[in-house]
């Protein structure tokens, strides 16, 4: 199957180097953009409009390539819009220019995709980068550098671009889809990346027995009867691209390499997501730590009301039932091999008000921390500003205390009992006392693996 006559064309290199260095001098950057539409994110620009000739270059390319919006051809100039034309970025209808894909910047690369609106039969669309999905995956992937960088499921293959970059010597973007790998093999050019190397399989196929030190993945999710949009659909509880990706980290995995993954995930009520996760390893589970941080929740059946056929709503009902899934829920997961014999470590978190990637990175570090020779001697301090929680019950016509408990809500949403000993306990973590001098160790601990406390 060959991309449609609508995609991007392969041009040249002193035509991709002309385009860039053209959206380079309009001041087309994500800040830019942002600051010209007044708002925070740019998958907010769907909603908005722009009136009245475009007074600069940069109003054109937002104009034409966000907003998808026709223009007149005199607002480019003319050797630009000839040479976006070659490359099959726009088409001429009249006096007008229109659009055939959407460019546009993401953090500090340049990335094309499908135009929004734009269905293509048979679940071939590219999905746009800028979209709330996208970008809050893009806010999850770390960037510490790694020799070798692999982005599954890549689609538009932002990841990768921004990978290869800025950490990665070398970065790789797998995608099954014939069409979004030439959309992204088209991006890779125009950014002037030597460094990525963009593959049509599936899932780890393309790898050809390479393996990787980053893996990057935000897999379709969807729970889905049948597969109507590769980019969306993920098998009938959303987890079937997510397991094949984990299945595959004892073989594509380098030891001390770690995967970033953002989907959803079903809740069964016989095993939690984390002993699910590990048990994708199957025998190399010992071989790795485990983060999962929970971000949303999802009431099943209203997700499937809004986002299924009509027709398949009575199958649905019979599946969950028989599956007993009531909730899905919307998760980060960090997945790290072993560079060495050693615990494996499985940590769950509920996303606070300011969490951040960075903030599970350093969840896993402490934990593996305690796993050492010294560990009482590390000093621990509140992760966040602790709220004393104090609850009544009514007992005999009184209001009596019945229980108490610490809460923090940044970066993670942690709250554990507490009576007025342990309350005391906490006041003396001072980032400066070990927790040998503290005492009660045990306890100590539980409040590190919670999220109460980090070490100093």
């Known amino acids: 199957m060959r991309p449609s006559a609508t995609s991007p064309r392969p041009g040249t290199p002193q035509q991709f180097d002309a385009l860039r260095r053209f959206l380079a001098d309009s001041g087309y950057t994500e800040a830019a953009v942002c600051r010209r539409l007044g708002i925070s994110r740019l998958s907010q620009a769907a909603r908005l409009r722009i009136g009245g000739p475009p007074p600069d270059g940069l109003d054109a390319l937002i104009r034409l390539f966000v907003l998808e919006e026709p223009l007149p051809a005199s607002c480019l100039p003319a050797e630009i819009a000839a040479l976006a034309g070659a490359l099959g970025l726009v088409e001429t209808r009249g006096k007008l220019l229109a659009p055939t894909a959407r460019l546009y910047p993401v953090q500090t690369v340049y990335v094309v995709s499908d135009l929004e609106r734009s269905a293509k039969p048979g679940g071939g669309r590219v999905f746009s980068a800028i979209s709330p999905q996208t970008e809050d995956f893009l806010q999850m992937t770390g960037e510490r550098p790694c020799p070798a960088c692999l982005e599954l499921c890549a689609g538009a293959g932002a990841a990768a671009l921004l990978a290869a970059q800025r950490y990665a010597v070398q970065a790789y973007a797998f995608d099954i889809s014939p069409r979004c790998a030439a959309f992204a093999e088209f991006s890779r050019r125009l950014n ?45 509880d959303g987890e079937t691209l997510t397991r094949r990706i984990i299945e595959g980290l004892p073989e594509y995995l380098h030891p001390g390499g770690r995967l970033y993954l953002t989907a959803m995930l079903a809740e069964y009520p016989a095993e939690s997501i984390e002993s699910r996760l590990r048990r994708w390893l199957h025998h190399a589970a010992p071989e790795f730590d485990i983060v999962a941080v929970h971000r949303q929740r999802y009431d099943a059946g209203n997700f499937l009301f809004d986002n299924a056929d009509p027709a398949d709503i009575p199958a649905w009902r019979q599946l969950l039932e028989q599956r007993r899934i009531t909730w899905f829920r919307y998760a980060t997961v960090i997945v790290e091999r072993h560079r060495e014999a050693a615990a494996p470590i499985t940590l769950t978190r509920a996303a606070g008000t300011a969490f951040t990637i960075a903030a599970a990175e350093r969840a896993l570090a402490a934990a593996r921390r305690l796993e050492a020779a010294d ?68 306890e100590l601990r539980q409040w590190i693996l919670a999220g109460l406390l980090e070490i100093a």
């Open 192 to 236: 002037g990346l030597r460094n990525l190397t963009v593959r049509r399989g599936d899932l780890y196929a393309p790898a050809r027995g390479q393996t990787f030190d980053r893996i990057l993945a935000h897999p379709p999710y969807v729970p889905s009867l049948r597969t109507a949009q590769v980019f969306r659909d993920g098998g009938d």
């Open 375 to 442: 560990w009482l001697e590390l000093c621990p301090v509140p992760a966040a500003p602790v709220e004393r929680i104090v609850s009544h019950g009514l007992k005999n016509a009184a209001w009596v205390e019945d229980g108490c408990a610490l809460r923090i809500e940044r970066p993670f949403a942690v709250e554990v009992p507490a009576n007025e000993s342990a309350a005391a306990l906490l006041a003396r973590c001072d980032g400066r006392t070990a927790i040998r001098e503290l005492g009660n160790e045990s």
